[in-house]
């Protein structure tokens, strides 16, 4: 397994869903997996590691910046390495990939509480002209 494809799992999940989504969004020195971008400007960030999940726990907790949910998309197979308090305490979601099958196991709340809203709205306003810019939507 490797996060190519366990992109292409996640990206036919959106797809069979009809969900609208951008894939590698840049934002700073960084890029994020899977963006869905939603009506009233909400912002989902999606995260996909194979099986380091300190390191994808990292990216979507710098995520919580400006999105109004982050998300972990991880391989099934290394669930136990998930620390689930810590996911449910930082108010992370989770999803589990198998190659047929996208569970959503953990289900955050809308964000940003942590944030002056004038810091969030910046944040916010840096990842949707960074998706204007790029000319990301269409998929």
């Known amino acids: 397994m490797n996060e190519k ?5 996640f990206r036919r999940h959106l797809k069979e869903k ?3 989504f ?3 969004v840049p934002f700073r020195k960084k890029r994020i997996d899977f963006v869905i971008y939603e009506e009233e400007d909400n912002i ?3 995260e996909l590691k194979v099986s380091d999940w300190k390191s994808v726990f990292n990216q979507a907790c710098k995520n919580l910046l400006f999105s109004d949910k ?5 391989w099934y197979t290394f669930e136990n390495r998930i620390d689930m308090d810590l996911v449910k305490r930082y108010n992370i ?3 589990l990939i ?3 099958k996208v569970l959503e196991i953990v289900s955050p709340h809308n964000n940003n509480k942590y944030l002056k809203p004038n810091y969030y709205k910046s944040f916010k306003n840096k990842i949707l002209d960074s998706i204007h810019n790029e000319n990301l ?3």
């Open 137 to 139: 939507f269409g998929n």
């Open 22 to 24: 951008i894939e590698q």
């Open 44 to 46: 989902n960030t999606f």
């Open 93 to 95: 979601g989770l999803f």
């Open 70 to 74: 982050s998300y972990i998309c991880f």
């Open 98 to 100: 198998k190659k047929n």
């Open 5 to 9: 494809l366990l992109s292409s799992y």
């Open 18 to 20: 009809r969900i609208n």
